[in-house]
T-cell receptor, first 117, second 111 residues
C-alpha cells in the first residue's frame, strides 16, 4: 500500500514570495490534515478536510494561507506572501474515516521543509 | 494549544538499555497515541491505547495509561541505534476528533 506522498521535499524562497505544497493521501482515506511543525515543537494542525469539505481551519492564517482538496483526493496548501516565521516543516497526513467522531490513527507523509529567507 | 507534555524533553542512553518516556495531559480522552519521528522524516504511528485500556504491547514497545493521573508512559526495551528519534504523544479528546500533540521527547541511543 502506497503511503502519503508530498512534494516538494524542500523549498527555499524569499519573504513575500508565494509557495505551494502538494499532498496525495493514502487511497481511500477520507480525512486529510495539514500540519505545521516548527523545529523542536509538536505538529500544529492548520486545516482538516473530510472528503473535499473543510472540517476545521481555525488555526489557518487565512490572510496568507489557503488550502483546497478538489475531488476529495489530492490537496494543495499555499502560502502567499510568505513570512520569515513560516519557516517550518509542513506535514500532510490522512486517516481512514472520522464518522466515529473520535481521533483515529493518522498516516503522515515525509513533509516539506520550507525555509523563508 | 498543546495538551500533552512529554517528559523528559531529551534522553540519552546506551544501546541495549531500556528507555522510558512519559506523557501527561489535561482533559479526558478517548485514546492516546504515540508517534516516532526520525530526523528529517515524517511521523510514524507506533501504538494507540484507548481510555478503557491500561497497558498495550507491540514488539519492544510497552505503553501504559493511567486515566486517573492523566498520564501515559512509553517503554522501549533493549534499545537499538535505530530507535534514535523524537517521540510524540498525541491525545484524542473525548469531545472531538482532533489529535492534540505534545512537544516530544528526543531520544538518543549511544552505540
Amino acid at each position: 500500500e502506497a503511503g502519503v506522498a508530498q512534494s516538494p521535499r524542500y523549498k527555499i524562497i524569499e519573504k513575500r514570495q508565494s509557495v505551494a505544497f502538494w499532498c496525495n493521501p493514502i487511497s481511500g482515506h477520507a480525512t486529510l490534515y495539514w500540519y505545521q511543525q516548527i523545529l523542536g515543537q509538536g505538529p500544529k494542525l492548520l486545516i482538516q478536510f473530510q472528503n473535499n469539505g473543510v472540517v476545521d481551519d481555525s488555526q489557518l492564517p487565512k490572510d496568507r494561507f489557503s488550502a483546497e482538496r478538489l475531488k476529495g483526493v489530492d490537496s494543495t496548501l499555499k502560502i502567499q506572501p510568505a513570512k520569515l516565521e513560516d519557516s517550518a516543516v509542513y506535514l500532510c497526513a490522512s486517516s481512514l474515516d472520522r464518522t466515529s467522531g473520535r481521533a483515529e490513527t493518522q498516516y503522515f507523509g515525509p513533509g516539506t521543509r520550507l525555509l523563508v529567507l | 494549544s498543546q495538551q500533552g507534555e512529554e517528559d523528559p524533553q531529551a534522553l540519552s542512553i546506551q544501546e541495549g538499555e531500556n528507555a522510558t518516556m512519559n506523557c501527561s495531559y489535561k482533559t479526558s480522552i478517548n485514546n492516546l497515541q504515540w508517534y516516532r519521528q526520525n530526523s528529517g522524516r515524517g511521523l510514524v504511528h507506533l501504538i494507540l491505547i484507548r481510555s478503557n485500556e491500561r497497558e498495550k504491547h507491540s514488539g519492544r514497545l510497552r505503553v501504559t495509561l493511567d486515566t486517573s493521573k492523566k498520564s501515559s508512559s512509553l517503554l522501549i526495551t533493549a534499545s537499538r541505534a535505530a530507535d534514535t528519534a523524537s517521540y510524540f504523544c498525541a491525545t484524542g479528546p473525548d469531545s472531538n476528533y482532533q489529535l492534540i500533540w505534545g512537544a516530544g521527547t528526543k531520544l538518543i541511543i549511544k552505540p
